[in-house]
């Protein structure tokens, strides 16, 4: 038998809070969703200004992100080529998801929406606050 690493709510807490951190250094607020490795919703959190289509977007992204173990943007990238990919349930080929690893291995997914341009950076450094 394997034993794997999970994530924490504390983990998904300190990994915000260095997205957080990114996005404010840019006078922005994101919002923010992280999934666990099987794309279950561990946390969320929306400013006040933000739609609830920001929601399904982050989540969309750190699903697509847990679930392929690459940024969503690469999906982006892919279905470019080849469109049919668009059809892969839950999953969206839209920038600002990367994976989570821990010691290696695929944890969960870090997804951002809100902040255009600055959403796959921000969901990266959220990402690498865990092995912070």
Same mark, same amino acid.
Request: hydrophobic share 40%; charged share 25%; with cysteine.
């Given at each position: 038998?394997?034993?794997?690493?999970?994530?924490?709510?504390?983990?998904?807490?300190?990994? %915000?809070?260095?997205? #957080?951190? *990114?996005?404010?250094?840019?006078? @922005?607020?994101?919002?923010?969703? /992280?999934?666990? !490795? +099987? =794309?279950?919703?561990?946390?969320?959190?929306?400013?006040?200004?933000?739609?609830?289509?920001?929601?399904?977007?982050?989540?969309?992204?750190?699903?697509?992100?847990?679930?392929?173990?690459?940024?969503?943007? %690469?999906?982006?990238? #892919?279905? *470019?080529?080849?469109?049919?990919? @668009?059809?892969?349930?839950?999953? /969206?080929?839209? !920038? +600002? =998801?990367?994976?989570?690893?821990?010691?290696?291995?695929?944890?969960?997914?870090?997804?951002?929406?809100?902040?255009?341009?600055?959403?796959?950076?921000?969901?990266?450094?959220?990402?690498?606050?865990?092995? %912070?």
């Amino acid at each position: 038998m394997r034993l794997k690493h999970v994530l924490t709510l504390a983990d998904a807490k300190l990994m %915000a809070d260095a997205a #957080r951190l *990114k996005a404010n250094q840019h006078g @922005l607020e994101a919002t923010i969703a /992280i999934v666990d !490795r +099987g =794309g279950a919703l561990l946390y969320l959190e929306r400013p006040d200004d933000h739609s609830s289509n920001s929601v399904e977007m982050a989540t969309g992204k750190a699903r697509t992100a847990a679930y392929r173990e690459r940024p969503s943007s %690469a999906l982006e990238e #892919r279905v *470019k080529d080849r469109p049919g990919f @668009l059809m892969t349930p839950n999953q /969206i080929g839209v !920038r +600002g =998801g990367v994976p989570i690893f821990y010691k290696g291995e695929c944890v969960g997914g870090f997804g951002v929406s809100g902040i255009g341009e600055f959403d796959e950076p921000v969901a990266k450094a959220g990402a690498e606050g865990l092995e %912070a």
